[in-house]
């Protein structure tokens, strides 16, 4: 008796549960745990340790920069004008970083020799940190835009090259000769021949001149600039204003996420499509002989 | 030697002249490659930029040299080098089972994409000041931060060998009556450990960049210190020393040491079959 | 040596698509071996073989029927061939051979095993470095040395190329009949059911058993003996004449 008694609620309002379940079980719940989850650990870890500033404070702090409010005193809130300032030395940085790379990799990826000579020169540049060249340029050039700009560039420079010079490698060599035999030409050559190999490489490498452009951008300006984006970081930094810091980083971390996520990644899977068809198809084939072998 | 039978030896012989004459060829490569870098150096030297600017080869070699011989490498690489292993033991120790979780459980897989994906793209900087906030000047400062650059790469790597273990291995140990432990030390781990260390392989460049950045903003000690040290000084030649010094000790702790230290682990998967 | 008794055994799978029935694998399938035989079981694609040996082995549970392996009262031990040899890559022969066996005299049964399949200096090698022949001929090895009371094997030399499958048979003829194993061998080639096997079920479609066939050959038997010749081409026809059953039946079915 008792049981049934038991047994029969348990089963009528099963069906509720059961989509509340699906729904706890979807992905979509879970990314959102995730943030809650982060979330949270934040929160603890601003109650352990008092130096770290809890979530509510450092977006409140953000949005009084954003909006430009007054965050006590004189000091007003400024958010864009340092957007503005940065925006365009990191583009001009990645814009010259891509052109002498682009060059650099044709010439290395192009020649024997150059390659032989040169390669190891290269590997040495994407070695070095980006601090080296904040801390050179600012010997170099003092604070300014220029100081920013190269250390940019500096950083970003040797990652294109390098990708480039593994796209102009991977053309294959057959595709080479062909376009040989059949007197493939200039224009054409470049256009249906060598861009679309080299394409995603390049996009690759956009990508991560993007990346490190952007740490190294921060940093440029952290050690040698008045105003922009990694200098508003260490504005507050320096006047012990944790929250304020913690939110710059929230705003430049968000920046080049959105950037990487909707714009590069897209790019660059759209480069590589054919090479991923290809790769596909292959993967395909195997799968067939394997499929043929046991069923033979 | 009597007991050798002649075949595999002869192969043996081929075999050996054709890594000594890859041997040679690489050595050639190199003194090639080094050379040009010191040559493109010593150029922009003398009539680019100036010897101030940027101080001669031999000036910063000379450095190199007496940072060498005065012990000061040793004192200052051997913490550099003990956080940067404490930071990947962190990376392992968080790595795993975030990586396990991810490989086992499309829920958990989803609650950690978000993180595991942005991890990549976020500036070095972050963490180097994040951790001198948290941490204030302290030796963690550059542990936390490699551990923190590092761990998504071995989470992301572990779970793609959970993928990779063949059920039919396990079949075959339950087939044979393999408890559940012996299974997992005999098929999950070795399937998953080759996979793991390319997750640290991976992110080695990455973390070792960062550690020193951490160590520039928040260290008392360590290569970055010294860097940092260097700049306050305003010498260009012992920044440059420093790094140099650092950079190829790095690249040969990676050819040599991973790189043989992978060779031996998973020497099963590198034999060819005959 | 053990008794495996299958009464009356039966396996469907549930339906894969919509609208199609539950598949039946094996139907109403009852036999019984025991002692130092060596018995085949073969019939065509399909026809449920490698379910038996996974029912048999406890990787899959029957529908209805059972099937019993007794061995005076203690489980019985089993030992597995797979098709692919299924060896762990990373540990070496000598490890692989010692990660299924248990007790004291794991090492000196190991290289007692793998003498016996002629690979005793492989000890040290990884499997990658060996033949598929020879990987295979590890896990046989490996399977004798569990000195199992009954040994399953699945296809074991379908994977391989025609000589070398042709030598291992010779060489299993020769270890069975050193090792004195109950064996249930599971095949798609009637030539080597009848070279090996001195029993051998026939399976038809559906997974019924069709014939029942004793093989009184003495061992050692090679495939270019004229009474094994003889004892295939047999056994081939029977074969055939099951499958025109099978096939008129189909086309009676299709007819109604």
Redesign the interface.
């Known amino acids: 008796m008792s049981s049934a008694t038991v047994a029969a609620p348990s089963r009528a309002p099963g069906r509720a549960p059961n989509r509340i379940g699906r729904m706890l079980r979807s992905d979509g719940s879970a990314r959102l745990a995730s943030y809650v989850f982060l979330l949270v650990l934040w929160q603890l870890i601003s109650l352990y340790e008092e130096r770290f500033p809890p979530p509510a404070e450092v977006f409140g702090f953000l949005w009084t920069e954003v909006t430009g409010g007054s965050h006590g005193g004189i000091v007003r809130g400024e958010f864009w004008e340092h957007f503005a300032a940065t925006l365009p030395r990191f583009a001009i940085g990645i814009a010259i970083s891509m052109l002498l790379g682009v060059l650099a990799g044709v010439l290395i990826g192009g020649s024997k020799a150059a390659e032989a000579l040169l390669k190891d020169t290269l590997l040495m540049l994407v070695a070095l940190p980006a601090i080296i060249w904040a801390f050179l340029t600012q010997m170099w050039l003092g604070l300014g835009d220029y100081a920013v700009v190269i250390t940019t560039f500096l950083s970003a420079f040797p990652f294109v090259a390098v990708n480039v010079v593994q796209g102009i490698q991977a053309v294959p060599r057959d595709l080479r000769r062909m376009s040989g035999a059949f007197h493939i030409a200039g224009y054409r050559r470049l256009r249906h021949l060598l861009l679309p190999a080299v394409a995603g490489y390049l996009f690759a490498g956009l990508r991560f001149a993007v990346i490190i452009g952007w740490n190294a951008v921060l940093l440029g300006e952290w050690f040698s600039s008045s105003e922009g984006v990694g200098w508003r970081s260490r504005y507050w930094y320096d006047a012990n204003r944790y929250q304020g810091f913690v939110a710059w980083v929230i705003a430049f971390i968000a920046f080049i996420v959105l950037l990487d996520r909707l714009v590069l990644v897209r790019l660059q899977r759209r480069a590589f499509r054919w090479r991923d068809a290809q790769l596909s198809d292959m993967e395909r084939r195997a799968e067939e002989i394997d499929v043929a072998v046991a069923g033979a | 030697m009597s007991g050798i039978p002649a075949a595999p030896a002869v192969r043996a012989e081929q075999r050996l002249s054709l890594t000594t004459r890859r041997r040679v060829r690489g050595v050639a490569g190199f003194v090639v490659g080094v050379g040009g870098f010191l040559l493109i150096w010593a150029v922009l030297s003398a009539f680019v930029f100036g010897g101030f600017t940027l101080p001669p080869p031999a000036e910063v070699g000379r450095i190199m040299w007496d940072i060498l011989v005065s012990g000061e490498f040793f004192r200052q690489f051997v913490p550099t080098i003990l956080r940067l292993a404490y930071g990947f033991g962190l990376a392992l120790l968080i790595g795993f089972p975030i990586g396990y979780l991810m490989g086992t459980s499309r829920w958990w897989r989803a609650f950690f994409h978000d993180m595991v994906m942005v991890a990549g793209s976020i500036p070095g900087i972050t963490y180097a000041v994040l951790a001198l906030v948290v941490l204030g000047i302290s030796i963690w400062g550059p542990v936390l931060s490699v551990g923190l650059v590092a761990m998504p790469y071995v989470a992301i790597n572990v779970a793609e060998g959970l993928d990779s273990v063949d059920r039919k291995l396990v079949q075959m140990s339950d087939a044979f009556g393999r408890g559940r432990a012996t299974i997992v030390r005999n098929v999950q781990v070795p399937s998953v450990a080759p996979f793991a260390f390319a997750g640290v392989r991976l992110s080695f460049a990455l973390a070792w960049k960062v550690e020193q950045l951490t160590e520039v903003f928040g260290s008392s000690s360590g290569v970055g210190f010294q860097i940092r040290h260097e700049f306050e000084d305003f010498s260009i030649p012992g920044m440059l020393a420093w790094v140099l010094l650092f950079i190829v000790f790095m690249i040969l702790l990676e050819r040599f040491v991973l790189t043989r230290l992978e060779r031996h682990l998973f020497r099963w998967r590198l034999e060819d079959r005959p | 040596m053990a008794t495996l008794q299958v009464e009356h055994l039966n396996k469907t799978f549930p339906a894969i698509e919509r609208g199609s029935g539950p598949t039946t694998a094996i139907d109403d399938l009852t036999f019984e071996i025991g002692g130092n035989v060596f018995v085949s079981v073969v019939g065509p694609?399909g026809c449920g073989k490698s379910t038996l040996l996974n029912i048999v082995?406890g990787?899959e549970t029957a529908t209805r029927g059972s099937v019993t392996v007794s061995q005076d009262g203690r489980p019985a031990?089993?030992?597995?061939v797979?098709q692919?040899p299924?060896l762990?890559?990373?540990?070496t022969v000598d490890q692989n051979m010692r990660?299924?066996l248990d007790g004291e005299d794991a090492r000196g049964r190991a290289e007692e095993y793998l003498r016996m399949v002629g690979l005793r200096d492989s000890g040290d090698k990884?499997?990658?470095?060996?033949?598929g022949g020879m990987q295979q001929r590890v896990g046989i090895a490996?399977a004798f040395a569990?000195e199992p009371d009954l040994l399953l094997m699945d296809e074991p030399f379908s994977?391989l190329d025609a000589i070398t499958a042709r030598s291992l048979r010779e060489q299993l003829q020769e270890i069975w009949t050193k090792a004195k194993k109950t064996v249930l061998f599971v095949t798609h080639d009637i030539a080597e059911a009848v070279q090996l096997s001195n029993r051998v079920l026939i399976l038809a479609p559906g997974g019924r058993l069709y014939a029942d066939v004793p093989i009184e050959l003495p061992y050692p038997r090679r495939a270019s003996d004229r009474a094994v010749a003889m004892a295939q081409a047999e056994l081939l026809g029977r074969f055939e004449t099951m499958q025109e059953e099978a096939d008129a039946a189909d086309v009676a079915d299709v007819a109604s």
């Open positions: 694609s082995s990787i031990r089993l030992g597995y797979f692919e299924r762990l890559p990373w540990r990660y299924v990884f499997p990658g470095q060996l033949s490996r569990v994977h």
